[in-house]
Structures are given as structure tokens and as C-alpha cells.
């Protein structure tokens, strides 16, 4: 009788002490469901694409795309240094198989007093005088400013006085004081001043019956 009593106490014990415990695991898997979820892959290995969603045509690779934009006649550049500015709207068809995220880019055409091998213009193999940036600052994302006197720049952007050759139109960055030279000879858009890692994002751009059509812009980066 004393045994059977004895267990009867055991069995309650342990049973209370399940029931105690009770919170306590629920806080634990409260806690590590989020982490499991994280630390599972949502996405097709190898192709940054939602599980259960079509992939995106890669044979067209991944460039953003855009519907290709007119932004100036050729006469309205026909000035050096003179410029345009525009926005372009691309998608990301590698981030999203709908291709529905569209962002816009601000952008700039410059025309320049000499010729360039701009990477945007016949992919760098014949040399231009216009060049066409995305105007998104390649450090932090600020919105930088065509600025056509070099004056400017040194009294508004940190006291940077550029060399006898490049003074002349320049972009500059507000926020952190990013200076680059669209005119650089040999990296056109090269840093000149600042935190910059690299020149702007170029657009590629062709000319169609005397008018400039941006069609996409270079891939990467903050946009
Ligand atoms: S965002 Fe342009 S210099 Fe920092």
C-alpha cells in the first residue's frame, strides 16, 4: 500500500513538473522557430529566385533593363560641357522573377571637348565625346550634382582644388564631398577626391537618328 502510495506521488510529481516546464519550452521554441527559418534558404541554390517561382529568362543574363529612354537630341549637347539630366527606370529581373521592382535612376549626359573610351558607348571600343552617368553616388547612394564650374566644387564641396587640366566640369557628391572627373582621358568619372570606391554606375547609351537613348544602366551597386 505504502509502494503504491509512494508511486502515486512520483507520478504526480513528474507530472507537475512537465506541466511546469511547459512555458519554458514554448519560450525556447518562440525563440528559435525565427532562427530556423533564417538560417533556412528561401531560394533556388544558384539562382536567387523564390522556391516554386519560374526563373527569369537568364539566357538575356542579368542586367537591369529599363524600356530604353530618349533623353536629348544631339543639338542639345552640342556645347561641350554642356549637359542633361534624366531619369531612368530599370527592373531587376535577377531579384524578382515578376520583374516587377522597378527603381528609378537619375542620370546625367555630359558632352565632353575630347573623345573618351566609355564603357557605356559600343562597350568602350569606339571613343565618344558624350558620356552618361547614373548620378547615384557609388559610396553611400546620395544623388550627386553636375557641377560645370570647377569653381563651384572647390568653394561648395570641401575646398578641393583640382590640377590646371581638370578644371572643368566635375561631379560632386554633397553628403560626403565625392569629387570625380567625367573626362578623365582613361577612366572617365574617375575619383578625384573623397570616400568614393569607384566612378559612377555609366549608362549604356546608343544614338538613334540624332537622338540619345539610354537602355540600361550598369548592374550593381545602390539603386
Ligand atoms: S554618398 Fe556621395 S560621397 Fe558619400
Not at 94 to 115: F, N
Not at 167 to 183: Q, T, V
Request: charged share 20%.
Amino acid at each position: 500500500m505504502a509502494e503504491e502510495q509512494k508511486a502515486k506521488g512520483v507520478n504526480r510529481r513528474t507530472f507537475l513538473q512537465l506541466v511546469a516546464s511547459i512555458p519554458a519550452v514554448g519560450a525556447l521554441a518562440a525563440f528559435a522557430a525565427p532562427l530556423l527559418r533564417y538560417l533556412k534558404p528561401n531560394l533556388e541554390p544558384g539562382l536567387g529566385v523564390p522556391q516554386g517561382k519560374v526563373p527569369p529568362d537568364l539566357a538575356e543574363g542579368d542586367l537591369p533593363k529599363g524600356e530604353p529612354l530618349p533623353i536629348a537630341r544631339l543639338e542639345e549637347l552640342a556645347e561641350p560641357w554642356s549637359s542633361k539630366f534624366f531619369v531612368f527606370t530599370q527592373k531587376y529581373p535577377q531579384y524578382t522573377p515578376e520583374q516587377a521592382k522597378a527603381a528609378t535612376v537619375p542620370g546625367v549626359a555630359i558632352r565632353l571637348p575630347w573623345k573618351v573610351r566609355f564603357p557605356g558607348y559600343k562597350e568602350g571600343k569606339e571613343p565618344t565625346d558624350i558620356v552618361v552617368f547614373s548620378r547615384i553616388c557609388p559610396h553611400l547612394g546620395c544623388i550627386f550634382n553636375y557641377v560645370p564650374d570647377w569653381r563651384e566644387i572647390t568653394a561648395g564641396y570641401g575646398g578641393y582644388v583640382p590640377p590646371p587640366e581638370r578644371r572643368h566640369g566635375l561631379l560632386g557628391c554633397p553628403c560626403h564631398l565625392s569629387i570625380y572627373d567625367p573626362a578623365d582621358r582613361e577612366v572617365p568619372g574617375r575619383v578625384l577626391s573623397g570616400p568614393a570606391p569607384r566612378p559612377p554606375r555609366y549608362f549604356v547609351y546608343e544614338v538613334r537618328n540624332g537622338v540619345i537613348v539610354v537602355t540600361a544602366v550598369e548592374p550593381g551597386g545602390i539603386a
